[in-house]
């Protein structure tokens, strides 16, 4: 089992519909989660960060932690064409440790 | 802001050769990171320096592979000999305040043919 886990997609999303984007992860002392947006070859670009289960909105954007389900989504509400990127969800696994653990990434494409 | 900056963009080496890729992460950052990905696969953690100090060097494959980051500054990775399985996206970030705010490079591509 991946220690963080997404579906690669490619996920199709008609415009100015919601986005979810699911990632797993397999550690239950996790604590630092982050969704990272990817266009093609570009530099991965942080987005959202989560520290604390609920939900957390930042403009169009909303993360959503369960740390007893071990899973963190992000919602894209009134996708847009420019939403069209990788998506990645990152772990830092281990308290003290400074690495995130990265998962495949999931290609979303929004459909004018 | 300069963000974080990686030389160079592509290099093609052949099997056996030596390459050295660098990073300028952004001024006054004291965490940097490099990463790779291989074709296919995640985005993997290769090590991460405080100023001039390895942090943590669990995510190097092997011994070909040398990073370093003299005065705190820039940082260099060299891989020697490279070998096939060494193609990939090799990224640098860096960050002020450890890993909540990490800035990404655009990546390194390698290919070793």
């Known amino acids: 089992q991946k220690e963080v886990e997404q579906n690669s997609g490619p996920l199709s999303v008609p415009e100015g519909a919601i986005a979810s984007l699911n990632c797993t992860y397999s550690d239950r002392v996790s604590q630092s989660f982050f969704w990272y947006r990817q266009y093609s070859g570009k530099s991965p670009e942080l987005i959202m960060s989560?520290?604390?289960?609920g939900d957390k909105e930042d403009g169009r954007f909303t993360a959503q932690l369960n740390k007893a389900s071990q899973y963190v989504s992000l919602l894209i509400r009134d996708s847009q064409p420019s939403d069209s990127a990788t998506y990645l969800c990152?772990?830092?696994?281990?308290?003290?440790?400074?690495?995130?653990?990265f998962g495949t990434g999931t290609r979303l494409t929004i459909i004018p | 802001e300069a963000g974080v900056t990686q030389f160079p963009s592509h290099s093609v080496i052949e099997k056996g050769q030596t390459v050295t890729l660098r990073c300028d992460p952004i001024?006054?950052?004291?965490?940097l990171y490099w990463y790779r990905r291989v074709m296919g696969k995640e985005i993997k953690f290769l090590l991460h320096f405080v100023k001039e100090s390895k942090q943590d060097e669990s995510g190097m494959p092997n011994n070909r592979f040398l990073a370093e980051r003299t005065g705190g500054t820039y940082s260099t990775l060299k891989v020697q000999p490279a070998e096939l399985e060494d193609s990939g996206v090799y990224f640098c970030?860096?960050?002020?305040?450890?890993?909540?705010?990490?800035?990404f490079g655009q990546g390194t591509r390698l290919t070793v043919v």
């Open positions: 001024s006054g950052h004291d965490n």
């Open positions: 990152a772990v830092n696994l281990r308290e003290g440790s400074e690495k995130l653990t």
């Open positions: 970030a860096s960050s002020q305040d450890l890993i909540t705010e990490a800035f």
């Open positions: 989560i520290y604390s289960n």
